[in-house]
C-alpha cells in the first residue's frame, strides 16, 4: 500500500505494508518489577525514658527548659520543648520526679535519642504500677 504524506508543504510518498492476522505484532509484556524485600524487623526503638534519663524523641533544636536543677515535678509537667521541621515537641514528664541534671542548653541542635535530662524518680505509692 502507498501513503502520500505532506508535512510543512513538502510531499512524501511511503510505501506500507498491512499485516495479516497471522503476522500481528506480539502482544506487549511489561518488564518484571524489581525486587523489594519485605521488611525486616529491625532492633527495638529506644524509650523515650529509660532508667533515670530523659532522651529527645526526635532530632531538632532546643527552645525552651522550663524546669531548673533540683526543681520537682509531677507527672506531666512540661520538661523540654524541641523544634523539629517547624514543629514543636513537647518533652513531659512521665511521673512524678526531681530534675538532677539538664545536659542540653536553649539552642542545642539535638539528635533523637540524645539524653535530655537525668531524673531522680519518686518511689510510686504502694498498689500503684509504675509507667
Sequence with gaps: ???????????????????????????????PRPYIPPPQPGPALPQEFSDNV????????????????????????????????????QVTAPRAGSVSKIQVVQGNSVKANQPLIEMQWQEAPAGEAER
Excluded: F, H, N, W
Design 1 to 31: 500500500m502507498k501513503l502520500r504524506i505532506t508535512i510543512a508543504g513538502t510531499t512524501y510518498e511511503a510505501d506500507v505494508e498491512v499485516l495479516e492476522d497471522d503476522e500481528a505484532a506480539a502482544p506487549y509484556i511489561p518488564p
Design 54 to 89: 530523659c532522651r529527645s524523641p526526635v532530632t531538632g533544636l532546643v527552645i525552651r527548659i522550663p524546669v531548673q536543677e533540683g526543681q520537682s515535678v509531677e507527672a506531666g509537667d512540661l520538661l523540654i520543648v524541641l523544634e523539629a521541621m517547624k514543629m514543636e515537641t
